[in-house]
């Protein structure tokens, strides 16, 4: 069995992260998109609005780019499809159901507590110290907290004592 887990597009290639037989993999994959333009008949293809178009591949990730800037705005040359192409990549790829093993990915939930003397902390400015963090992950059940202090709670505990608080300052230009 084979399924990703994370897909991303960097520079000319798609950076798939995944399974295959129990076992992570990471590929760098070249890729080459597919686009639609106008056709000058009829076709294999329509848009949503019934237009035929025609596929075509300008090359990598790159060449595509250009190509679809080369033609904004140009009247009636129309470019149509997926730029996002790491969701092209997986529409490509994967066009059946995929199986996911939830026992194979790394999960993780994070916790943090923080004083509240002023209410609910703002999350832009940071105005609370936090007082707790804590990690747990899903496969081992492990558990560990982070915290500024003793906890009898925590099954296992990193103090850090040695941690100021967080003073928000501001930026000047």
């Not at 798939?16 to 076992?23: A, I, L």
């Not at 056709?39 to 035929?52: N, V």
């Not at 969701?87 to 995929?98: G, H, R, V």
């Not at 496969?139 to 500024?148: D, Q, V």
Request: net charge neutral; with cysteine; glycine share 8%.
């Amino acid at each position: 069995m084979e399924f990703y887990t994370n897909v991303v597009q960097a520079g000319d290639r798609i950076l798939v992260r995944g399974y295959e037989n129990g076992r992570p993999y990471q590929r760098r994959i070249d890729y080459m998109p597919t686009l639609f333009v106008n056709a000058k008949g009829k076709s294999k293809w329509q848009t949503l609005d019934g237009a035929y178009v025609d596929e075509v591949q300008p090359g990598t990730i790159r060449e595509t780019r250009d190509f679809v800037k080369r033609y904004d705005g140009v009247a009636g040359f129309n470019v149509f499809g997926q730029t996002n192409y790491g969701l092209q990549y997986l529409s490509d790829i994967y066009d059946y159901d995929i199986n996911w093993d939830m026992e194979q990915i790394k999960t993780f939930t994070i916790d943090i507590k923080t004083k509240t003397e002023n209410g609910f902390p703002d999350i832009v400015t940071a105005n609370e110290e936090i007082t707790l963090i804590t990690v747990k992950d899903f496969a081992s059940k492990r558990i560990i907290t982070f915290g500024l202090g003793l906890s009898e709670f925590a099954m296992r505990f990193a103090p850090c004592p040695y941690e100021r608080p967080h003073v928000p300052t501001t930026r000047r230009s």
